[in-house]
């Protein structure tokens, strides 16, 4: 204890020069940035007296003896770094930068549908703007809100009482949205589940006006799993689906609820739907046969599409889930024996990442 008590300096006496605060960061607020950073590793015995806080684009400093630290003052849409230095009696240590960030104007709440519910809710940008489409489970609707700057428009889609290629049925489940073409003449093109006949539905929109069509689930009969040969099923599949689109093609996924299997539809220009099935059919090149396609999510960067989805392993008696997945199945084409499967977490001690690929 004498030795320990000898060797640690008095308290509240710098013995050494400070090291740079650790983990600064810079948060984006409203003409502000919110700078936070933890203590050097050396704090007790550098006994810090302030900490300095600088804004690089201006030179301004702010003297602080506590994180974070709010600067105000800031130009929205203008990029800042910020420095954090330590100082002691005995000087000021090296500086750590944090990354750039732009303020950007606060959030404003904007009320644009006051009588529909919102059950189920998607957006995106379409033409330069937002883009959210939503069921209405009160009128049986799917609606479809756009911005252009200074309002919002509220157009009907499709939805019990339809007509011109729409459902009488109502609709409620899952949306996804995917947009491609460019600057002002894109098409949006949005995906939905008739709640009656258990449809995938589709409808494209150019700005102007809808078409629509049935993607699937209006076939002649259930499509089996075991089926290499994939054609229009007379499953349910209005439980969840995800799209992307390019110049190319438009692919959509979705779950078959009868088969417990996640699908796939592929539109190329002027050519129909062709029909694959992605998942949850045997456990070779890198595929599962777990229940898959509860929750999905599908994005395209360019050159692949990623498509991450749930796995149910195993469930006990009570249809309670025992052992789960979370996969990503990923190609570069739109062929149906191009994917490559990873498995990103698993419900177990012993989780890994698993990668396969044809």
């Known amino acids: 204890m004498m030795e320990d008590l000898r060797t640690k300096p008095p308290a509240g006496m710098a013995t050494d020069l400070p090291l740079s605060p650790r983990n600064a960061q810079a948060f984006t607020g409203d003409s502000s940035a919110l700078i936070s950073f933890d203590p050097p590793a050396n704090l007790r015995t550098a006994q810090i007296t302030e900490y300095i806080v600088k804004n690089l684009k201006t030179g301004s400093e702010r003297k602080t003896l506590t994180s974070p630290v709010l600067i105000t003052g800031l130009k929205n849409g203008t990029s800042y770094t910020f420095s954090v230095a330590a100082k002691n009696a005995l000087g000021v240590s090296d500086p750590v930068v944090t990354k750039a960030v732009v303020p950007q104007t606060g959030w404003k709440s904007t009320i644009f549908d006051s009588s529909a519910d919102g059950k189920t809710v998607a957006s995106t940008t379409f033409n330069g703007q937002p883009a959210i489409a939503y069921t209405d489970t009160k009128s049986g609707d799917l609606k479809l809100a756009t911005y252009d700057g200074k309002k919002w428009k509220k157009v009907t889609v499709d939805g019990a009482g339809g007509s011109g290629g729409r459902t009488t049925d109502n609709i409620a ?3 996804s949205m995917c947009v491609n073409g460019s600057g002002v003449k894109q098409t949006l ?4 589940s008739d709640a009656t006949e258990k449809d995938l539905r589709y409808a494209t929109y150019n700005g102007k006006s809808f078409a629509f069509e049935t993607v699937d689930g209006n076939g002649a009969s259930v ?12 499953s349910d599949v209005s439980v969840a689906n995800a799209c992307v689109a ?3 093609a438009v692919q959509v996924f979705y779950r078959d609820e009868s088969q417990g299997v996640l699908l796939g539809a592929v539109r190329t220009k002027g050519a129909p739907w062709k029909y694959e099935l992605v998942d949850g059919d045997r456990k070779t090149d890198g595929r599962t046969t777990g229940d898959v396609g509860f929750h999905l999510q599908a994005i395209f960067d360019g050159s692949k599409t990623f498509v991450a989805y749930d796995s149910v392993v195993s469930m006990n008696q009570k249809k309670e889930m025992t052992a789960g997945a979370i996969r ?5 084409s739109i062929d149906p024996a191009a994917w490559e499967y990873q498995t990103l977490d698993i419900s177990t001690d012993d989780a890994l990442m698993v990668t396969t690929s044809h």
């Open 173 to 175: 489940g899952a949306i």
């Open 189 to 192: 093109h949005i995906f939905y």
């Open 223 to 234: 499509n089996n799993y075991e089926d290499p040969i994939r054609v229009r099923s007379s």
């Open 246 to 248: 390019s110049a190319s």
């Open 328 to 332: 990503v199945a990923t190609r570069t």
